[in-house]
């Protein structure tokens, strides 16, 4: 174990007094030597970091996985980011449902949690009731890894004690970050770190930006595969859902997609169909992108 007492000299600590945005924390520390289990506790604060640290379990499908769930205050778009060393995250980890949450269900993964979970929110549950409502009824919770922002822009997560370290979650205004199998916990203090200070961004960049320190600071530690972002805004469609499904590199490849994007998709989807405005606004682009005689 690297732990150590309230000075924080140890795991987890160090990252956090290099980073003057995270300089409070509350950090839980849980290991699991044999069927007992202890916890330290250290300090509080507006953000929460949760260390859970076991042996592995065997299972059908691991998503050793970090991602972001988290809000944009300004504009009440809600989101995911995740990447990891399986093809096709996107398929399984993240949902959002607009004006209710966004959920990343991820480890020894049950996507049935997303839906779930957001069913909750719907109901008007906040975001830890939400959670804990649903995990009371999973059979192997202690295999899963769960993260939630609700519309309010509170966030819960949870990290069951038999997921693949390093593991653990941290939770703050308008996010949670999670991850297992990481290389250590560098990767959650810089996404934190990463989405704090691009507040004056859209969502999407602050994901993307999110996910780049994730893993620029270690990421999963077997490598690297898929990566996938889901925003949405208001509307029943998102206003951003990219995928790189299998890539050498898949942080850097979605991050070339959301640029492509920005420029050939974004401007049509913001001109479609709304709620306030059936029509949507196709005339006001039609000229620019329709072919040409």
């Not at 991050?255 to 029509?279: D, G, Q």
Request: hydrophobic share 45%; proline share 5%; with cysteine.
């Amino acid at each position: 174990m690297l732990l150590r007492s309230s000075d924080g000299r140890r795991q987890g600590m160090h990252a956090a007094s290099r980073r003057p945005r995270l300089a409070s924390l509350k950090f839980l520390f849980m290991f699991q030597p044999d069927d007992s289990l202890a916890s330290s506790f250290i300090d509080t604060a507006s953000i929460t970091f949760a260390v859970v640290r076991t042996t592995g379990v065997q299972g059908t499908m691991n998503l050793n996985t970090f991602s972001i769930s988290a809000r944009c205050a300004r504009t009440g778009e809600l989101g995911v980011a995740v990447s990891t060393k399986v093809p096709a995250v996107g398929s399984l980890c993240p949902f959002v449902a607009p004006g209710v949450g966004a959920v990343s269900t991820q480890a020894w993964v049950n996507p049935t949690l997303g839906p779930r979970i957001l069913a909750a929110l719907g109901r008007g549950l906040a975001a830890e009731a939400a959670l804990q409502e649903v995990l009371a009824d999973e059979v192997d919770r202690e295999i899963r890894q769960v993260g939630v922002v609700d519309a309010q822009g509170r966030a819960a997560a949870f990290t069951g004690a038999e997921t693949d370290g390093w593991k653990g979650h941290a939770t703050g205004s308008d996010f949670s970050v999670q991850g297992n199998m990481l290389v250590d916990e560098r990767t959650l203090s810089a996404m934190a770190e990463a989405f704090l200070a691009s507040a004056d961004q859209d969502l999407a960049e602050r994901l993307m930006r999110a996910l780049e320190a994730g893993q620029a600071a270690g990421g999963d530690r077997r490598g690297r595969q898929s990566a996938a972002l889901l925003v949405y805004g208001t509307e029943d469609y998102p206003t951003a859902d990219l995928r790189a499904d299998e890539h050498p590199d898949p942080v850097a490849e979605l991050r070339r997609i959301l640029e492509v994007a920005r420029r050939e998709l974004f401007p049509f989807v913001r001109a479609l169909p709304t709620k306030r405005n059936p029509r949507g606004e196709f005339a006001s682009i039609r000229a620019a992108i329709a072919p040409k005689d």
